[in-house]
């Protein structure tokens, strides 16, 4: 069964401060992979997809980047926060081919202040 | 603009009764629907799905009605129970083979099902 971790579970940073998230997924060769992000009472946001190792394609722009090291790993970062980037950051996978169902990770809570 | 609305952020149902989710999409593109369900402070979890090419699906008590014409999909949750009480997220995308698939979703609707 495949199984998908985020890390860190929550984090409280200052504005300026550097970020970064990770997600790993086991279980599933060669995964598409996904980071949303949603506001507090705003909508799930798609802001990164990845193929394959070293490929990453921005969906929106958030002064937000992303980078997929090892084929099981999708890393999401930034070197300086905004306020605007507090919120629920969420990793998702498909299998191989894109033609297929998103399923969630369980999330990354961010506050910036 | 968003590409997918779900007009009603709230609905409340008896138990035993029929819960109705609707969904509006724009993009006459979109040939995948999906809906999740949401708990507070948990990330989604898929509930059902269809591909364009069908206009109903059944799972259990979870069917989903597709319009194409209309731009629109809707979730029947039949027999509701307490336990489905819950944020109900509908997502609809495009699914191109070889890259990854672009998923919207709607802001989501809070279904209550009083006992």
């Known amino acids: 069964a495949q199984t998908i971790h985020q890390w860190p579970v929550a984090e409280i940073k200052a504005v300026g401060s550097p970020l970064s998230l990770g997600c790993t997924i086991k279980?599933?060769?060669?995964?598409?992979l996904y980071w949303y992000w949603q506001a507090t009472g705003g909508t799930l946001q798609q802001l990164f997809y990845?193929?394959?190792?070293?490929?990453v394609e921005s969906v929106v722009q958030l002064n937000l980047s992303a980078s997929r090291p090892k084929d099981d790993q999708f890393i999401l970062s930034t070197e300086k926060l905004l306020l605007s980037h507090s919120g629920f950051y969420l990793c998702?996978?498909?299998?191989?081919?894109?033609?297929?169902?998103?399923?969630f990770g369980p999330g990354t809570r961010l506050l910036v202040l | 603009g968003q590409q997918v609305k779900q007009s009603s952020p709230s609905l409340t149902v008896q138990e035993g009764g029929i819960s109705i989710l609707n969904c509006d999409y724009e993009?006459?593109?979109?040939?995948?629907f999906a809906w999740y369900k949401k708990y507070p402070d948990n990330s989604p979890t898929l509930l059902i799905s269809?591909?364009?090419?069908?206009d109903k699906r059944e799972d259990g008590r979870l069917t989903v009605f597709l319009n194409k014409s209309g731009k629109h999909f809707s979730l029947h949750i039949t027999a509701s129970q307490p336990e489905d009480t819950a944020v109900y997220l509908c997502?609809?995308?495009?699914?191109?083979?070889?890259?990854?698939?672009?998923?919207?979703f709607g802001k989501g609707a809070k279904l209550t099902v009083s006992p």
């Open positions: 997502a609809a995308g495009q699914m191109q083979q070889g890259t990854g698939s672009k998923l919207s």
């Open positions: 998702a996978w498909s299998r191989q081919g894109g033609q297929d169902t998103q399923y």
């Open positions: 990845s193929i394959t190792v070293g490929q």
């Open positions: 279980g599933k060769s060669s995964p598409n």
């Open positions: 269809v591909r364009s090419n069908v």
């Open positions: 993009n006459d593109m979109f040939d995948y």
